[in-house]
């Protein structure tokens, strides 16, 4: 008779987050929702809640007494690896420090005097940043930070070379001159970013009649919500009147119209047809009261089901593979994909 398998430890099941352990924590109060600070694991629950406690963030206004709280595992991981030394390129996405806390935007402008712009989508803001309070975003999927640290791999791979190669004169100058081809085509694939133009920025993109677009709202809880809209004409500068494709007057009677302001509008994001599944931590926008919220999945059940958590509001519902789509942003007129490194 085969004998009864244990269950996972704690610590087996979440080897980066033992007590003691440094990590980053998303926060959850309004204004901070998707930064994330550093801090320590104290102690780990039965459930898949853990301990925690903040570096930079207090309980008391004289700053002595570190603030601790219980966080789910959603809301924390490891410290992100980060270069000794990036030249940060216009439109790369990034981690900015500001407040005590790692925030996450895009560059828009890369300036003369070394600063850089960075937009954060969250609150619709444009803030200038020195190189050393950047660093290259990154996502914590499955137990690996994606996309990895760069040189990483290669050294490992030099490593082991290097082993295989050992005292053999012909293998290493073979060895050498594989690098060389392999940096060579490298070198032919880097696209060559100083021709990049800056685009137009969202308050000077024009809509035209009759144009599909999204709209977004900064009612208290419809916010980060986008609603599928049609552009009726414009009214004044940088404001449109839109109809609304699914909501409704109050009496019924027709489809509900609104003047919006050009930064709550967008163009419809291309369609994306994902036949493959969606990923656990990938970042999707789900369909939910007729508007598309941008959450994360959580878990993913049964096919073609999954959770989807929404930092928001702090809920997680369930949704069917074809109420998601995968999350873009629409920044300085063009669509930029968040989690890039998922595609890598």
Same mark, same amino acid.
């Given at each position: 008779?085969?004998?009864?398998?244990?269950?996972?430890?704690?610590?087996?099941?979440?080897?980066?987050?033992?007590?003691?352990?440094?990590? /980053?924590?998303?926060?959850?109060?309004?204004?901070?929702?998707?930064?994330?600070?550093?801090?320590? *694991?104290?102690?780990?629950?039965?459930?898949?809640?853990? !301990?925690?406690?903040?570096?930079?963030?207090?309980?008391?206004?004289?700053?002595?007494?570190?603030?601790?709280?219980?966080?789910?595992?959603?809301?924390?991981?490891?410290?992100?690896?980060?270069?000794?030394?990036?030249?940060?390129?216009?439109?790369?996405? *990034?981690?900015?420090?500001?407040?005590?806390?790692?925030?996450?935007?895009?560059?828009?402008?890369?300036?003369?005097?070394? %600063?850089?712009?960075?937009?954060?989508?969250?609150?619709?803001?444009?803030?200038?940043?020195?190189? /050393?309070?950047?660093?290259?975003?990154?996502?914590?999927?499955?137990?690996?930070?994606?996309?990895?640290?760069?040189?990483?791999?290669?050294?490992?791979?030099?490593?082991?070379?290097?082993?295989?190669?050992?005292?053999?004169?012909?293998?290493?100058?073979? $060895?050498?001159?594989?690098? %060389?081809?392999?940096?060579?085509? !490298?070198?032919?694939? !880097?696209?060559?970013?100083?021709?990049?133009?800056?685009?137009?920025?969202?308050?000077?993109?024009?809509?035209?009649?009759?144009?599909? $677009?999204?709209?977004?709202?900064?009612?208290?809880?419809?916010?980060?919500?986008?609603?599928?809209?049609?552009?009726?004409?414009?009214?004044?500068?940088?404001?449109?009147?839109?109809?609304?494709?699914?909501?409704?007057?109050?009496?019924?009677?027709?489809?509900?119209?609104? /003047?919006?302001?050009?930064?709550?509008?967008?163009?419809?994001?291309?369609?994306?047809?994902?036949?493959?599944?969606?990923?656990?931590?990938?970042?999707?926008?789900?369909?939910?009261?007729?508007?598309?919220?941008?959450? *994360?999945?959580?878990?993913?059940?049964?096919?073609?089901?999954?959770?989807?958590?929404? %930092?928001?509001?702090?809920?997680?519902?369930?949704?069917?593979?074809?109420?998601?789509?995968?999350?873009?942003?629409?920044?300085?007129?063009?669509? *930029?994909?968040?989690? %890039?490194?998922?595609?890598?």
């Amino acid at each position: 008779m085969p004998p009864k398998s244990t269950p996972k430890s704690k610590s087996n099941q979440y080897p980066h987050f033992k007590p003691g352990s440094k990590v /980053e924590i998303m926060s959850e109060e309004d204004g901070f929702r998707g930064s994330f600070f550093t801090g320590t *694991v104290v102690k780990a629950t039965r459930t898949s809640n853990f !301990v925690v406690e903040y570096d930079k963030l207090f309980e008391d206004e004289e700053g002595t007494k570190p603030l601790q709280e219980t966080v789910n595992e959603f809301q924390i991981r490891p410290i992100p690896p980060r270069e000794k030394k990036r030249e940060f390129k216009f439109s790369e996405e *990034v981690d900015a420090f500001h407040n005590d806390g790692w925030w996450e935007g895009v560059i828009t402008e890369v300036n003369d005097d070394g %600063k850089f712009a960075v937009f954060f989508r969250s609150t619709k803001e444009q803030i200038e940043f020195s190189e /050393e309070n950047l660093r290259l975003h990154r996502e914590w999927i499955s137990g690996a930070w994606k996309p990895t640290l760069e040189g990483v791999e290669e050294e490992k791979k030099e490593e082991v070379k290097e082993k295989e190669n050992e005292g053999s004169r012909n293998k290493r100058k073979l $060895v050498e001159e594989e690098e %060389k081809e392999v940096k060579r085509r !490298v070198n032919k694939k !880097v696209p060559d970013t100083t021709q990049v133009k800056p685009i137009e920025s969202p308050k000077d993109a024009k809509f035209s009649k009759g144009m599909l $677009v999204e709209v977004s709202s900064d009612e208290d809880g419809l916010k980060g919500a986008w609603f599928a809209a049609t552009i009726v004409e414009p009214v004044g500068k940088d404001k449109y009147l839109i109809e609304y494709q699914a909501l409704r007057t109050e009496d019924d009677s027709d489809f509900l119209r609104e /003047e919006i302001d050009t930064v709550h509008i967008r163009p419809c994001p291309p369609q994306t047809i994902m036949i493959d599944r969606f990923k656990k931590l990938e970042e999707v926008d789900a369909l939910f009261n007729d508007a598309w919220w941008v959450g *994360v999945v959580s878990r993913v059940n049964t096919f073609p089901k999954y959770l989807v958590f929404f %930092k928001d509001s702090n809920e997680e519902l369930e949704f069917k593979h074809s109420d998601l789509r995968p999350h873009q942003d629409w920044i300085n007129g063009k669509w *930029v994909t968040p989690s %890039k490194a998922l595609k890598l």
